[in-house]
C-alpha cells in the first residue's frame, strides 16, 4: 500500500474571518506598546483584545475602530 498524501488546502492571503493579516498584524504592532494582545475572534471580522501581562479579557467581539479606540484608551 503506498503512502497517500493528504491534498493541499488552497492557500488564501485572508484568514479565516476575512480580515486581511496585515490588519492584525498592525493592530498588534500598535496594542504591544501599552501591553495588549489582539486576536482573532469565533466571530467573522471582530477581534479580542487581552492584557498581555496576567491574560484578563480586556475586550471581546469588537471591530477594527474599536479596537483601535480601546488601545488608544490604555495609553
Known amino acids: 500500500m503506498p503512502w497517500r498524501t493528504a491534498?493541499?488546502?488552497p492557500c488564501?492571503?485572508?484568514t479565516l474571518t476575512g480580515?486581511?493579516?496585515?490588519?492584525?498584524?498592525?493592530?498588534?504592532?500598535?496594542a504591544k506598546g501599552v501591553g495588549l494582545h489582539v486576536a482573532d475572534a469565533k466571530k467573522p471580522?471582530?477581534?479580542t483584545i487581552r492584557k498581555v501581562k496576567?491574560?484578563?479579557l480586556?475586550?471581546?467581539?469588537?471591530?477594527?475602530d474599536e479596537a483601535m479606540k480601546i488601545i488608544k484608551k490604555y495609553k
Open 54 to 56: 496576567n491574560g484578563k
Open 19 to 30: 480580515y486581511h493579516p496585515v490588519v492584525l498584524e498592525d493592530l498588534n504592532k500598535k
Open 12 to 14: 488564501s492571503s485572508f
Open 58 to 64: 480586556v475586550a471581546k467581539n469588537v471591530d477594527g
Open 45 to 47: 471580522k471582530l477581534f
Open 7 to 9: 491534498p493541499p488546502i
